[in-house]
């Protein structure tokens, strides 16, 4: 396939989707600004929420995470000739050519309250930033099937639209953008809804054709994506910060706030 053009999936004002494995993909697309994604990490991830249902929320069984059972060689994603962010690279350290001086991190601080944390796990995330030296904390709230824009969850591992948004704001350079582990199309929405073209590659159907449906929603305003945790929000009831399943299966007080290879999701 190297060499060859490959049909997008789909193709709209900028955006490309393409369907099939990123490592026969990549070689035949063009260079880009920015490399954002979530790649499957290779913890073979229990994707049956299910499991954590209980008298507050009746929680969702998702299918497995493709090529998560053991860590992918990711060789073939740092070669690439541009910044490159990369969640969940705290998973695999020992494949990263991390440079003090050159890379550097993005933590993603996702804390809702205590409660919430057992049943959702890890309250923040990290992504390793190859090519330029940035640290940077990122905090916003998240936890569920809904994020704290209203996003309903597609993927089991989907990322808010505004995380990704403010990620890519953070490198100016960043008007084209590429994620090579597409899942739902996260990072392809925020590119959208930020006037930035982006190619997204996913090997699930299912997911490109769930991404598509995304992509042809009108655009939202992230501003300047400086969202504020306020002290209504730290108030929130742990009821409505636990969601994890299907919304309509969740009964919250009027006065909550809904928080909120395949892997992506991005």
Same mark, same amino acid.
């Given at each position: 396939?190297?060499?060859?053009?490959?049909?997008?999936?789909?193709?709209?004002?900028?955006?490309?989707?393409?369907?099939?494995?990123?490592?026969?993909?990549?070689?035949?697309?063009?260079?880009?600004?920015?490399?954002?994604?979530?790649?499957?990490?290779?913890?073979?991830?229990?994707?049956?929420?299910?499991?954590?249902?209980?008298?507050?929320?009746?929680?969702?069984?998702?299918?497995?995470?493709?090529?998560?059972?053991?860590?992918?060689?990711?060789?073939?994603?740092?070669?690439?000739?541009?910044?490159?962010?990369?969640?969940?690279?705290?998973?695999?350290?020992?494949?990263?050519? $991390?440079?003090?001086?050159?890379?550097?991190?993005?933590?993603?601080?996702?804390?809702?309250?205590?409660?919430?944390?057992?049943?959702?796990?890890?309250? $923040?995330?990290?992504? +390793? +930033?190859?090519?330029?030296?940035?640290?940077?904390?990122?905090?916003?709230?998240?936890?569920?099937?809904?994020?704290?824009?209203?996003?309903?969850?597609?993927?089991?591992?989907?990322?808010?639209?505004?995380?990704?948004?403010?990620?890519?704001?953070?490198?100016?350079?960043?008007?084209? +953008?590429?994620?090579?582990?597409?899942?739902?199309?996260?990072?392809?929405?925020?590119?959208?809804d930020l006037g930035r073209r982006a190619i997204g590659?996913?090997?699930?159907?299912?997911?490109?054709?769930?991404?598509?449906?995304?992509?042809?929603?009108?655009?939202?305003? $992230?501003?300047?994506?400086?969202?504020?945790?306020?002290?209504?929000?730290?108030?929130?009831?742990?009821?409505?910060?636990?969601?994890?399943?299907?919304?309509?299966?969740?009964?919250?007080?009027?006065?909550?706030?809904?928080?909120?290879?395949?892997?992506?999701?991005?």
């Open positions: 396939m190297e060499g060859e053009s490959v049909k997008p999936y789909y193709e709209e004002d900028g955006i490309t989707i393409y369907h099939g494995d990123c490592r026969e993909i990549l070689p035949t697309i063009e260079p880009v600004d920015l490399v954002l994604t979530d790649p499957p990490y290779g913890i073979d991830l229990d994707t049956d929420y299910s499991k954590r249902s209980n008298e507050i929320i009746t929680a969702t069984r998702y299918e497995a995470i493709q090529s998560d059972t053991v860590p992918i060689d990711f060789h073939f994603l740092w070669g690439m000739d541009t910044v490159s962010v990369v969640f969940g690279a705290n998973n695999f350290p020992q494949q990263i050519p $991390f440079s003090p001086k050159r890379d550097g991190w993005i933590v993603w601080d996702k804390r809702t309250n205590e409660e919430a944390d057992k049943i959702l796990g890890s309250p $923040f995330e990290m992504a +390793v +930033v190859l090519g330029r030296r940035t640290y940077k904390m990122i905090r916003l709230l998240h936890c569920g099937v809904i994020s704290h824009a209203g996003e309903i969850r597609e993927h089991p591992t989907q990322k808010p639209s505004e995380l990704m948004a403010r990620v890519i704001q953070l490198f100016s350079e960043g008007w084209s +953008v590429l994620d090579p582990f597409m899942g739902s199309g996260t990072t392809l929405r925020a590119a959208k590659i996913e090997i699930c159907e299912k997911y490109c054709e769930i991404a598509a449906k995304r992509l042809s929603q009108r655009v939202l305003d $992230f501003g300047t994506c400086e969202t504020p945790y306020t002290a209504k929000d730290a108030a929130v009831g742990s009821q409505s910060d636990m969601l994890i399943g299907n919304p309509s299966s969740v009964h919250t007080p009027a006065t909550s706030r809904k928080g909120g290879g395949t892997k992506g999701d991005a």
